[in-house]
């Protein structure tokens, strides 16, 4: 089993995802990825890092379809009386 380092940089998260570092920068930009700016780069925590992943993974999944519900039959017009023209 490998470990994650406790600071990483755009470009490590972005080989740990799989993603682009422009992605990763964009996420923190949003601060969908939790990170803070320093100097010219982002620095990403792991311990903050991983649960914010879950999240967006959380925020992905698709409940079950559930049962689709027929609609009621359709009723025609209602009775109006027909008014007599004078």
Do not use: H
Not at 21 to 48: H, M, N, Q
């Amino acid at each position: 089993m490998s470990t994650i380092n406790p600071l990483m940089d755009s470009s490590a998260v972005a080989q740990l995802l799989g993603c682009t570092v422009r992605t990763v920068e964009d996420y923190a930009r949003a601060r969908t990825l939790p990170a803070i700016k320093l100097g010219g780069g982002w620095i990403f925590t792991s311990d903050t890092l991983i649960p914010a992943i879950n999240r967006m993974i959380e925020a992905q999944t698709r409940p079950e379809p559930k049962a689709v519900k027929q609609p009621a039959p359709r009723k025609g017009p209602p009775n109006l009386s027909v008014l007599s023209q004078q």
